[in-house]
């Protein structure tokens, strides 16, 4: 599974997530709430790009870039 962190290109889940009191905490011991409320939004896997296109995160959503 693939989170965005406030709106950045999408990645999997860190070991650890930085809670907004300062502690750490193990992403396997959260719930989905706990993991939202820190910023965290589970994004689509990201779609099959044909050749001569490239993949990106835009405004939330990816978007396919043809190339020039």
């Known amino acids: 599974m693939l989170y965005s962190f406030k709106g950045n290109y999408p990645d999997k ?4 997530i ?4 300062g502690t750490q905490t193990c992403c396997c011991c959260m719930t989905d709430y706990e993991i939202m409320r820190a ?7 990201p779609p099959v790009v044909e050749d001569g296109h490239t993949l990106d995160w835009v405004n939330n959503n990816w978007t396919i ?4």
């Open 13 to 16: 889940l860190p070991n650890y």
């Open 18 to 21: 930085m809670l907004d009191d």
């Open 39 to 45: 910023g965290y939004t589970l994004v689509p896997e």
């Open 65 to 68: 870039i043809k190339n020039s």
